[in-house]
């Protein structure tokens, strides 16, 4: 009977420990299921933090093509002023010249 006894008791712990082990066992694997999770979401947000980014720097690349284009258009106007001006001098100090001869 005692041996007895001690089998029960010991299959009895065994069985507690199979039942300790088995919800331990539950526990790894909603932590490793949690860390893939959290895993894929970090790369989410990395994605979507670089996907921004991007949009961001082809906003930049989309205004600086624009002030350089609104620049080699003031450029543009301001070298045919310049001849403007160089070609009304030119006339100015011709129509003085024969002013000055006929007086």
């Known amino acids: 009977e005692q041996r007895s006894a001690e089998l029960e ?3 009895e712990e065994a069985r507690s420990k199979q039942s300790e ?3 331990s066992a539950d ?3 909603a932590n490793s299921a949690l860390k893939q ?3 894929e979401l970090q790369d989410e947000l990395e994605k979507a933090s670089l996907e921004q980014r991007n ?5 930049a690349l989309k205004e600086e093509a624009a002030l350089k284009a609104a620049n080699a258009e003031l450029k ?3 070298s045919e002023l310049q001849a403007s001006f160089e ?3 030119q ?4 129509a003085l010249e024969q002013r000055s001869a006929e007086l």
């Open 21 to 23: 082990q088995g919800g």
């Open 27 to 29: 526990l790894v694997a």
């Open 55 to 59: 949009a961001e720097l082809e906003a």
């Open 37 to 39: 999770q959290c895993s």
């Open 91 to 94: 006339e100015a100090s011709a």
């Open 76 to 78: 543009q106007q301001c």
């Open 87 to 89: 070609r009304a001098s």
């Open 9 to 11: 008791t010991a299959l």
